[in-house]
């Protein structure tokens, strides 16, 4: 269920590296998260240009009945976030992994992928909640 | 280890997400709270709410007893009709809040919250053995039968295809806060026309073993299943406290603006604090309050006036209805009045906040607005 192309953070985001010449990568929150969240209304995301770090806070989503911190999987620089999400937050309910994605950075360091589950293990991790 | 109602497999056959709440472990939603909200704001949801007390009060003396322990007046309560109103302790601070039927001139059935169910039994129970010995006594029938509720402007119309009151009547002829014995597709049942959601609707008292079958035929009906996140986002849109939030012990009614519910004459548990309170007022005042846009303030966060906490929020919700955040909270007295801006700290950001009549939502206030909608947009 969680696509193969991608690596997963224990606080359910994923990141899924577009670009490995440039570093460039795309973050969002997985099934499990918009499933567990239910309806998303809001979103407090990080402006275009901020640095973020690893495993560190970079926002906030907001469902009707709770609030959840959202921690970027790496260090980096936001390039942008994803616009639609202000107008139509429900969008990372309905596709987590593709329209609802959340931001996508320039890594500081690509190593830092390695600290992060395998779909295998994430499915593992998640099964075991 | 949580009770479960009657309609516990039901809702695991639905693929509900189960909570536990008040003692009880019961569905927090099927499919979505912004579904369920609207259906029961544009046609018709339908609540387990069987984790609520069912509490027979009979004896000669029954009347007397709830007037004392009640700020409602249970005396003057005609057969057939239902009273809201609260349990207060000495102190005028909020034991439960209950809806009360008056079935017989002895006898009353009282709905308490499911958290408070056994406290509200024993406090009962202590002031029967100390004041009316002998008068009346206490059935708690909460676990030999169920509590469903049909809520929302096609209640009415679906529950009359399936549901008659005994004297032939049809169930739309109930009138609000009265009650009526009938069947359900042949089944007893009690029905109120009562409701936690701010629309029309009705609440049925079952039998335990018949309840899955009456909630499969209104599920057969296409009615939609809502769960408790629905249920806090339909009550706090209509401004109705929930116990624990904008009511509990430390709490009085006249503070939380339920003063309507706290009856002037009589002598009856904490009448003497509260009777003060609303000669000379109170330090705070729950207010209503809105903040632009969908974050919500929640409970707990504080309420700021030029920096100074001034009180905290109660509840809060993002209100799919209106498309803004609501939220209800304590201020000082002097920053209560309606129409004032007050700011409130969400998790480290200030939010501007502007004081609001209650009720958000009205069904009937709603009807004008559309109404007007409707001309202006003629008008343009």
């Known amino acids: ?129 | 280890m949580n009770l479960e109602t009657a309609l516990h497999p039901n809702h695991l056959a639905l693929g509900a997400r189960m909570v536990p709440f008040g003692g009880w472990d019961m569905p927090v939603q099927y499919s979505s709270i912004l579904a369920e909200v609207k259906a029961v704001r544009t046609g018709a949801g339908l609540f387990d709410v069987s984790h609520m007390g069912r509490l027979y009060i009979s004896g000669r003396r029954a009347a007397d007893f709830l007037d004392w322990v009640l700020t409602g007046s249970a005396s003057t309560l005609q057969i057939g009709r239902a009273r809201y109103c609260m349990i207060c302790n000495e102190a005028g601070g909020v034991i439960d809040d209950t809806i009360f039927y008056r079935l017989a001139g002895d006898r009353f059935l009282l709905v308490p919250n499911a958290g408070n169910r056994i406290e509200v039994v024993d406090w009962f129970q202590r002031w029967i053995d100390d004041r009316f010995t002998g008068g009346c006594n206490i059935d708690d029938q909460t676990r030999e039968t169920g509590l469903i509720a049909v809520q929302g402007p096609d209640s009415p119309r679906i529950l009359d295809g399936l549901c008659q009151m005994n004297d032939g009547q049809p169930l739309s002829a109930l009138r609000f806060f009265t009650w009526a014995e009938g069947r359900f597709q042949g089944k007893t049942v009690f029905l109120g026309r009562t409701g936690y959601t701010g629309e029309d609707g009705f609440e049925m008292v079952v039998r335990s073993c018949d309840a899955p079958a009456i909630w499969n035929a209104l599920i057969g009906q296409g009615i939609t299943p809502c769960g408790l996140g629905a249920r806090d986002v339909l009550r706090l849109e209509a401004a109705l406290p929930l116990h624990g939030h904008e009511i509990d012990q430390n709490t009085s009614p006249v503070e939380a603006g339920l003063e309507r519910f706290v009856r002037a004459e009589g002598d009856y548990i904490g009448a003497p604090v509260l009777r003060q309170q609303q000669e000379s007022g109170t330090p705070r005042k729950l207010v209503g309050l809105t903040v632009p846009g969908r974050s919500a303030p929640r409970a707990g966060y504080p309420i700021l006036f030029q920096g100074e906490i001034i009180g905290h929020i109660t509840s809060g919700t993002y209100s799919p209805t209106l498309d803004t955040s609501i939220a209800m909270g304590y201020v000082l007295v002097r920053h209560a009045a309606v129409g004032g801006t007050v700011d409130v700290d969400i998790r480290g950001r200030s939010a501007p906040a502007r004081i609001v009549p209650l009720p958000f939502y009205s069904r009937t206030s709603q009807l004008r607005t559309s109404q007007l909608r409707t001309r202006r947009s003629r008008q343009s």
């Open chain 1, 1 to 129: 269920m969680s696509p193969a192309d991608r690596k997963y953070t224990r606080e359910h985001e994923w990141i899924k590296v577009e670009d490995a010449a440039t570093n460039r990568a795309l973050v969002g929150i997985t099934e499990y998260a918009q499933d567990q969240l239910g309806d998303v209304v809001y979103f407090d995301l990080p402006q275009a240009g901020v640095s973020v770090r690893a495993m560190q806070k970079m926002g906030e989503v907001e469902s009707v009945k709770a609030v959840s911190d959202l921690y970027s999987p790496v260090s980096g620089q936001v390039i942008e976030v994803n616009s639609g999400l202000i107008d139509h937050p429900e969008m990372v309910n309905e596709d987590p992994f593709e329209k609802g994605w959340i931001m996508r950075v320039t890594m500081s360091d690509a190593t830092e992928m390695d600290r992060l589950m395998s779909p295998e293990d994430y499915e593992a991790y998640i099964a075991g909640l």
